[in-house]
Nanobody
C-alpha cells in the first residue's frame, strides 16, 4: 500500500514558478515510477510528467516540455516537480500517482497503469 500526499500548489501569476512535492509512505518507494497528472474543470485528466524508479528517465507532456522538470529523492521518499514559466492554461488540480515497475527505467504514461493516487493540489495561474 502506498499513500501519496501532494503539496506546493497555490496561486501564482503567469510567468511565475511553483514547486510541487509528492511525499510517499511506501517502504519500497524506489520500486515505483511516479507520474504527475492534471485535470482542469471540464477537461480530461492529462499526463504532465513521469519519472522512473531511479530518476534516470523522465517523460514530459508536450504542453509542459521545457518548462517543467521532475526529480526525486528516494532517500526522502519524495518526488518534486519544478514548474517554471507558468501559463494560465496550466491551471488545474495536479495529482501524483505511483506505479510499481519491473524495469528501473520504465515510465508508464497511461493513468490506468497507476494504482495509487494522491488527493491532488490546486494550481491556479492568473494572467
Amino acid at each position: 500500500q502506498v499513500q501519496l500526499v501532494e503539496s506546493g500548489g497555490g496561486l501564482v501569476q503567469a510567468g511565475g514558478s511553483l514547486r510541487l512535492s509528492c511525499a510517499a509512505s511506501a517502504r519500497t518507494f524506489s520500486n515505483y515510477a511516479i507520474g504527475w497528472f492534471r485535470q482542469a474543470p471540464g477537461k480530461e485528466r492529462e499526463i504532465v510528467a513521469v519519472i522512473s524508479r531511479n530518476g534516470g528517465r523522465t517523460y514530459y507532456g508536450n504542453s509542459v516540455k521545457g518548462r517543467f522538470t521532475s526529480s526525486r529523492d528516494n532517500a526522502k521518499n519524495t518526488v518534486y516537480m519544478q514548474m517554471d514559466s507558468l501559463k494560465s492554461e496550466d491551471t488545474a488540480v495536479y495529482y501524483c500517482a505511483a506505479c510499481a515497475t519491473f524495469s528501473t527505467n520504465e515510465i508508464p504514461s497511461s493513468p490506468s497503469a497507476y494504482a495509487y493516487w494522491g488527493q491532488g493540489t490546486q494550481v491556479t495561474v492568473s494572467s
